[in-house]
């Protein structure tokens, strides 16, 4: 496995990458942690310094480590509470009920620094003839760099794009969990975040119908690259980056679906042109596959898909 991903399963198509071991299709949590290889404990150590001939202990500090291989992944503080695998995928299952959705991919990055457990809720939207498929989305840290974090993401199927889309109350679709005392409770609770996934993927159909009844005038193609490059234009923007827009700019034009004659020359085209840069064009730290998938789960290209959302939904 590359350097990046540790281990990794998939059920049906990958969506960003060519990575993992296949599977057939998982119903339970459990079943996705033991074929992602991800079934093992994080514990924590006690730090010590060599003072005066001796060993004092660090107060205030701990490491962190797999107990199956004693790798160190962090040093936290006295607060931190570790999130095992299990505890934090199994209440997928409560949350979508067993058989309530298809575990796709799941697996750990950066020697199990980070995890990760995508399912397929079985059920999709139809936007200008595409099919956009409902996901859940939940990512977890041992090396105290991430807070447990659960959200909504659908799937443009024609290219397996994700559209992060910023929506106005996203912040309540998201579920955070704290590594400190009472993780489980709030865990527990994030059940709740299913009565919302209606009034999320509502709102989402929603704007992006209004994206495919928009033009995108040609004066607001180079706005559009700034906003999702994260410029400002306050200073002329370097040429590596200005290569870079371009490459986004052809993709918006030749990428996956961008013959379908319904959204031709329209924000939603635009949109799905630059979650097919981010996703699949763009350049990532490392240039592997792996740091491609590291890079859309915890990294930049999310934020630049969020960005262009927004500039799209004010034009």
């Known amino acids: ?10 059920y049906g198509a990958t969506p960003w990458h060519r990575l993992g071991k296949e599977v057939a299709g998982l119903a339970t949590a459990q079943e996705a942690i033991t074929a992602a290889g991800l079934d093992w404990d994080v514990e924590l150590i006690p730090i010590h310094i060599r003072e005066n001939g001796g060993y004092r ?14 790798k160190i992944y962090g040093i936290v503080g006295s607060r931190y509470t570790p999130i095992q695998n299990r505890d934090s995928f199994k209440f997928f299952d409560g949350v979508v009920g067993t058989g309530g959705a298809v575990y796709e991919t799941a697996g750990s990055l950066l020697e199990g620094r980070r995890t ?21 989305l939940l990512m977890n840290s041992h090396d105290g760099s991430l807070a447990l974090q659960m959200f909504w993401t659908p799937i443009r199927v024609v290219c397996w794009n994700t559209l992060s889309a910023a929506l106005s109350h996203a912040d309540g679709t998201r579920f955070y969990s704290r590594h400190t005392a009472g993780a489980a409770d709030r865990i527990e609770s994030a059940k709740e975040l299913l009565g919302l996934a209606q009034r999320y993927y509502s709102e989402f159909e929603e704007k992006a119908k209004m994206l495919v009844q928009k ?18 234009g306050a200073k002329p923007v370097p040429m590596v980056t200005a290569n870079l827009m371009e490459r986004a700019k052809e993709a918006i034009f030749t990428g996956p679906g961008a013959d379908n004659q319904k959204i031709a020359g329209t924000a939603w085209q635009a949109f799905n042109g630059i979650a097919y840069y981010a996703d699949h064009l763009r350049n990532y730290r490392g240039g592997t596959d792996d740091a491609r998938l590291g890079g859309l789960l915890f990294g930049t290209g999310m934020a630049m898909k969020q960005r262009a959302w927004k500039f799209l939904a004010k034009v």
Do not use: C, H
Not at 57 to 70: F, L, Y
Not at 220 to 229: I, S, T
């Open 57 to 70: 202990q660090v107060e205030g500090q701990q490491a962190i480590a797999r107990k199956t291989d004693k």
């Open 215 to 232: 033009q995108l005038p040609p004066a607001e193609m180079p706005k559009l690259l700034m906003a999702a490059f994260g410029t400002t």
């Open 116 to 136: 990760w457990i995508l399912a397929n809720l079985k059920d999709s939207l139809g936007i200008a003839g595409e099919e956009i498929k409902k996901y859940l």
């Open 1 to 10: 496995m590359p350097a990046e991903v540790e281990s990794m399963m998939y």
